[in-house]
């Protein structure tokens, strides 16, 4: 995702960091991931050299749609300045294999239940003191 304006405000989107999502041709959101070539494990975020293999070389990225399933969360009642209050912050299980940690979105009508189902979707993370959105990756809880 590009720096870009925010069409509510002068705010500038800013990703949370480069090379982690990308917006397909079809507008979904899609994790960027490496995949090693020699073990076949996949890791988020895409790492330079197989954390189990330890060979370098082997790494190829790919692109996977950010489908999977909460394994654990929690909500912060009282999060850090820039930080929405409360939000829900969640273990995510990939289908693809990788887990991760991340915020969730669009929870508070949701009755969590470990194991649900969520897809990935880019969204603000937090606002920064100078007005800039920082969006990324997160997750919106599907029904059973």
Not at 19 to 30: E, H, Q, S, T, V
Not at 51 to 70: R, S
Not at 117 to 126: Q, S
Request: aromatic content about 6%; overall charge positive.
């Amino acid at each position: 995702m590009e720096q870009g304006k925010d069409k509510s405000s002068d705010a500038v989107k800013v990703p949370i960091r480069r090379n982690l999502f990308i917006i397909g041709a079809d507008g979904r959101p899609k994790l960027i991931v490496g995949r090693c070539r020699q073990c076949h494990l996949i890791f988020y975020p895409k790492e330079p050299v197989c954390p189990i293999c330890i060979e370098v070389g082997t790494m190829e990225t790919i692109e996977i749609d950010g489908k999977g399933k909460i394994i654990s969360f929690t909500r912060v009642m009282r999060g850090l300045p820039g930080y929405d209050s409360p939000y829900t912050l969640a273990c995510i299980e990939l289908d693809a294999g990788p887990s991760l940690i991340a915020q969730l979105q669009d929870w508070q009508e949701v009755e969590l239940k470990l194991h649900m189902p969520v897809e990935l979707v880019i969204g603000r993370i937090k606002t920064e003191k100078n007005g800039n959105i920082i969006v990324g990756p997160k997750f919106k809880p599907l029904p059973i």
